[in-house]
């Protein structure tokens, strides 16, 4: 069996597990911060089409958003791999996946319902890819000769 084969797959494979457990610790560590986003915006009033289903994700999606941004800047600092903003996608993926799955519907969904929660699903993954970039910007820029 070839060697370098086996250490790209063991490569792989720890890189995937950075990336779930980055996921994993960043649940538990939202939960304090959401608790406490909610004591700010616990009276907010969402009027009109466009705050209800665009704007009120967005808030309640906000605390959960800002630790994904930070799982996307500790996937680029731990994994091992030349184009480490790849590996940010697996996290991203995975907010994607929870944030649009385990919905009970009391009645039938409606559109407006499906965008409301597509966008809350879609924030905390955007803003995961979005803090490895920030994170692979800051890491090229670290690199430069002064």
């Given at each position: 069996m070839?060697t370098?084969s086996?250490l790209h797959?063991?490569?792989i494979a720890?890189?995937?597990l950075?990336g779930a457990?980055?996921?994993?610790?960043?649940q538990?560590?939202?939960?304090?911060?959401e608790?406490?986003f909610?004591?700010l915006?616990?009276g907010?009033i969402?009027?009109?089409?466009?705050?209800?289903?665009?704007?009120?994700?967005?808030v309640?999606h906000?605390p959960?958003?800002?630790?994904a941004?930070?799982v996307?800047?500790?996937?680029?600092?731990?994994v091992e791999s030349?184009?480490p903003l790849?590996?940010?996608v697996?996290?991203?993926?995975l907010y994607l996946?929870?944030?649009l799955?385990g919905?009970?519907w009391a009645?039938p969904?409606?559109?407006?319902?499906?965008i409301?929660?597509?966008?809350?699903?879609?924030?905390?993954?955007f803003?995961?890819?979005?803090?490895g970039?920030v994170?692979?910007?800051?890491r090229?820029?670290?690199r430069?000769?002064?």
């Amino acid at each position: 069996m070839n060697t370098m084969s086996v250490l790209h797959k063991e490569v792989i494979a720890r890189n995937l597990l950075v990336g779930a457990g980055a996921l994993y610790i960043s649940q538990w560590l939202a939960i304090p911060l959401e608790l406490g986003f909610y004591k700010l915006t616990a009276g907010l009033i969402y009027r009109g089409r466009f705050n209800g289903t665009v704007v009120m994700p967005l808030v309640e999606h906000f605390p959960m958003a800002l630790v994904a941004a930070a799982v996307g800047v500790a996937v680029i600092w731990l994994v091992e791999s030349e184009r480490p903003l790849v590996w940010t996608v697996f996290p991203a993926l995975l907010y994607l996946l929870s944030g649009l799955l385990g919905y009970h519907w009391a009645r039938p969904p409606m559109l407006l319902d499906r965008i409301q929660q597509t966008v809350g699903a879609v924030f905390p993954a955007f803003t995961c890819i979005l803090g490895g970039l920030v994170a692979v910007q800051q890491r090229a820029t670290s690199r430069l000769p002064r």
